[in-house]
């Protein structure tokens, strides 16, 4: 779902709201700033609790040697928080339903959900969308981890229809 752009998929005020604080660690408004020590304390700032190892990665990943990274890289690295994020939710979401914890929910679970709760989807969508999930083509006795189900959307491209 992330890719290597700029923070083209967050939100108009998640990206106002990214910048903002980056403007505010700009602390001489040079269009710059330094990954140590400042990233961790912006990183921090927009609700991030990194551990050492993490900005250590973060920072080994994304400085191109310069020693410090610009809004588009934050914004870049701010896209990919919120993919974690939204799967995150979306893994707790599905735990709710998953009454033995086992990992998985069935055809029938997936479906009431989809078409009962949140924005519902139509009997078309909902095929659709259980034809995708029930890859192995089990039918309606299919067990489906959605741990993995929503690795599988995270890969599918935005523009696809599942």
Excluded at 59 to 77: R, S
């Amino acid at each position: 779902m992330a890719d290597d752009g700029d923070g083209d998929g967050l939100t108009a005020a998640d990206r106002l709201k990214y910048t903002e604080a980056f403007n505010i660690f700009d602390k001489h408004q040079q269009g710059y700033i330094p990954w140590k020590p400042d990233f961790a304390n912006l990183w921090r700032a927009i609700g991030q609790n990194p551990t050492e190892a993490d900005l250590k990665r973060i920072i080994e990943e994304n400085d191109t040697g310069t020693g410090h990274f610009q809004l588009e890289t934050f914004l870049k690295l701010c896209e990919n928080r919120e993919d974690a994020l939204r799967k995150e939710q979306l893994i707790e979401a599905f735990k709710t339903f998953d009454k033995d914890g086992k990992g998985t929910l069935t055809i029938a679970q997936i479906r009431y959900v989809l078409m009962t709760m949140g924005d519902p989807l139509n009997d078309e969508e909902a095929d659709r969308f259980i034809d995708f999930a029930d890859k192995n083509k089990e039918g309606p006795t299919a067990e489906i981890d959605y741990e993995e189900l929503v690795e599988r959307l995270d890969d599918i491209d935005p523009g696809d229809k599942v």
